[in-house]
């Protein structure tokens, strides 16, 4: 009975070591968190699938800047600006610079010193030849003296042999001696010609660690400082470079199917991606001599015929071939800036345009003004020039939209 009665009161002893269960709060806190977790996860996956596989297509534009002549326009070509004439300035000698004449920006005329090699050591040579030609001079004075006194004995004793006052045996030594000093001095004569020549070599070296401008126009690059080595082996190290800024042209890509349009002589339009809202009158002056068949374009070259300012070599520039000149009063008028009239919509009672950034849409208010051409409008305020927006946005289209371009 005793070991029944252990037995019972033993069931009824608490065991503190045993897991307790779980409360009812945290029964219901854990599936609202698993709930969460999933709801998040589909959330972002649900960005990520819509922001790359179902991205809205949509057909863009682009704001565009016209001319005022653009009625007149019969092709557009884009291309850069290039010197025809520019100067990489060198030295023929290697050699450290002594002198530096000129800076960047500087203005420059063909023959203009620009700088000077150290010349000490030419100079001394120079000397030293000089020298050698005083003393070559000086042997050659001497050998023409003596001849000249063996000759005049040559004629006394060919005299008195005549007469047969002496014999014939001396005057054959002097007609011998005579004969050799003839050859001394022709020595002599080449000794200080040969002198000479090495005075003028010296002094061609001398003249060549002068560097001059072998043409006119502006430094565009620093040039090389005092102390500096140039010259030697590839002409290493480059004193100056020279652009004849007067030389300035457009270089433009016409394709080849509208080559036949452009006419040698004929009136153009140049615009700069640096100035847009300014224009140049220009010519179409000459034709490249091949075509590039990679691209399917011949290079025409287009003259300036207004004045250069602040046209720098390597500009962007966009050139209009026109079929007529560009009056003095055409030429006054502002560029305007278009966009296509589908891509103008009404948002809250205001115009608006969707430009697109980094493949999303973000409103832009504007202002329009008057029809251009019958497809575009004038924007008096609004995105500038080059930058992309949706041709025809629908209602749907909305600010911080994801899209994806097409040309359908």
């Known amino acids: 009975m005793t070991d029944q009665l252990s037995s019972d009161l033993a069931s009824l002893r608490i065991n503190r070591d045993a897991p307790r269960p779980p409360s009812p709060l945290r029964r219901a806190i854990v599936p609202l968190l698993v709930i969460g ?28 800047l016209i ?11 884009t ?4 010197p025809q004439r520019t100067s990489k300035v060198g030295s023929k000698l290697p050699g450290r610079l002594s002198k530096v004449l000129v800076a960047e920006g500087e203005t420059v005329k063909e023959g ?8 000490e050591d030419q100079r001394s040579q120079i000397v030293a030849a000089s020298s050698k030609v005083g003393v070559a001079s000086a042997r050659t004075g001497t050998a023409r003296a003596n001849l000249a006194e063996v000759t005049q004995q040559v004629e006394r004793e060919r005299a008195l042999v005549a007469s047969g006052a002496v014999g014939k045996a001396n005057l054959d030594n002097l007609v011998a001696r005579e004969a050799a000093l003839k050859e001394g001095v022709k020595a002599a004569e080449a000794e200080a010609r040969s002198a000479q020549a090495d005075v003028g070599t010296f002094g061609v070296g001398l003249k060549d660690r002068v560097i ?14 005092v102390g500096e080595f140039v010259g030697g082996i590839g002409n290493i190290g480059l004193v100056a470079e020279i652009v004849d800024f007067d ?16 006419k040698i002589g004929g009136p153009a339009e140049i615009v700069l991606d640096a100035y847009p809202n300014r224009r140049y009158r220009g010519i179409a002056s000459e034709l490249g001599l091949r075509v590039n068949r990679a691209k399917a374009t011949v290079v025409v070259k287009v003259k ?10 390597e500009m962007s520039a966009r050139v209009s071939f026109l079929s007529k000149a560009i009056t003095d009063a055409a030429l006054k008028d502002a560029p305007k800036r278009v966009v296509a009239n589908d891509a103008v919509v009404d948002r809250n009672g205001q115009k608006v345009v969707f430009v697109v950034d980094s493949g999303k849409l973000h409103i832009f208010p504007v202002k329009v003004g008057g029809p251009v051409g019958g497809s575009a409008v004038e924007l008096l305020d609004g995105p500038a020039p080059g930058v992309k927006v949706v041709a025809r946005p629908t209602a749907d289209t909305a600010e911080g939209q994801r899209i994806k371009e097409t040309d359908k």
């Open 112 to 119: 203009q010193i620009l700088a000077q090699l150290e010349d």
């Open 79 to 82: 291309g850069y600006v290039i």
């Open 247 to 262: 030389s300035l042209v457009v270089e433009t890509d016409v394709p080849e199917t509208r080559l036949h349009q452009i």
């Open 304 to 313: 300036f015929t207004d004045p250069m300012e602040n046209v720098l070599p």
């Open 37 to 64: 977790g999933l709801a998040a996860v589909g959330y972002f996956g649900w960005l990520k699938l819509e922001g790359t596989i179902m991205k809205q297509e949509v057909r863009t534009t682009e704001v565009a």
């Open 67 to 77: 001319s005022p002549s653009q009625a007149e326009v019969t092709v557009t070509a």
């Open 212 to 225: 001059i401008a072998p043409i006119g126009g502006r430094i565009v690059t620093k040039p090389a400082t």
